[in-house]
């Protein structure tokens, strides 16, 4: 699986972006997708997933803001994000999982995108 991220750029605060992360190879094996993000300094934290089945979860600071969603036809995942705050600045990068059943059980992989900059500025 290849992840590809597009979308992030320099806003004001208040302004709007939306994120995309483009998948491809396997794209039949994800289970669910995840939006994280790590400001300088900080560590990388969890921002929305969804999953296969379209359930979603969101972090609590960006609950009401973000708003994560798939089209399965293009293989995308989008992450909508409005009223933008400073804090919010950080590389934003999209993570796949995978579920592989083996003989001795279900193994997890991930996979990474190269990430893409958000900058709110005040």
């Known amino acids: 699986v290849q992840l590809v991220e597009s979308g992030g750029g320099l806003v004001q605060t208040g302004g709007s972006l939306r994120l995309s992360c483009a998948a491809s190879?396997?794209?039949?094996?994800?289970?669910?997708t995840t939006w994280y993000r790590q400001a300088p300094g900080a560590q990388r934290e969890l921002v929305a997933s969804?999953?296969?089945?379209?359930?979603?979860n969101y972090a609590d600071s960006v609950k009401g803001r973000f708003t994560i969603s798939r089209d399965n036809a293009e293989d995308t995942v989008y992450l909508q994000m409005n009223s933008l705050k400073p804090e919010d600045t950080a590389v934003y990068l999209c993570?796949?999982?995978?579920?592989?059943?083996?003989?001795?059980?279900?193994?997890?992989?991930?996979?990474w995108g190269q990430g893409t900059q958000v900058t709110v500025s005040s």
């Open positions: 993570n796949a999982r995978v579920i592989v059943v083996t003989i001795e059980g279900p193994n997890e992989l991930l996979y």
């Open positions: 190879g396997s794209t039949y094996a994800i289970d669910t």
């Open positions: 969804i999953s296969k089945s379209g359930n979603t």
